[in-house]
């Protein structure tokens, strides 16, 4: 497994939740970590970008609200949650651009809102 999720769970709406994602050591030269998410019934969807220069892309919906950061040294990409809403119920995986397979995803971790 290249890409591995962590922190998903239960939280009330107003709550916070950090996610963690940990790539593989194996791949080479990151170059762009995201955050995406599917709720059901729905397209995935970007949430959260970060690239190698840590210049970040946000969704609208997740604007003020989510922070995504990395650490380049042990290849790490957190996606830090707050003020959640039910809205933001779904399934959150972690991508990874970087060689030598170029497009590396996580399995996906649920996080849940309850209103």
């Known amino acids: 497994v290249h890409v591995v999720e962590s922190g998903g769970g239960l939280v009330q709406a107003g709550g916070s939740l950090r996610l963690s994602c940990k790539a593989s050591?194996?791949?080479?030269?990151?170059?762009?970590r995201s955050w995406l998410r599917q709720a059901p019934g729905k397209e995935r969807e970007l949430v959260a970008q970060?690239?190698?220069?840590?210049?970040?892309i946000y969704a609208d919906s997740v604007k003020g609200r989510f922070t995504i950061s990395a650490d380049n040294a042990d290849t790490t990409v957190d996606l830090i949650m707050n003020t959640l809403k039910p809205e933001d119920s779904a399934v959150y995986y972690c991508?990874?651009?970087?060689?030598?397979?170029?497009?590396?995803w996580g399995q996906g971790t649920q996080v849940t809102v309850s209103s």
């Open positions: 991508y990874v651009f970087g060689s030598p397979m170029g497009n590396y």
């Open positions: 050591k194996s791949i080479r030269n990151i170059s762009l």
């Open positions: 970060i690239r190698s220069d840590n210049k970040t």
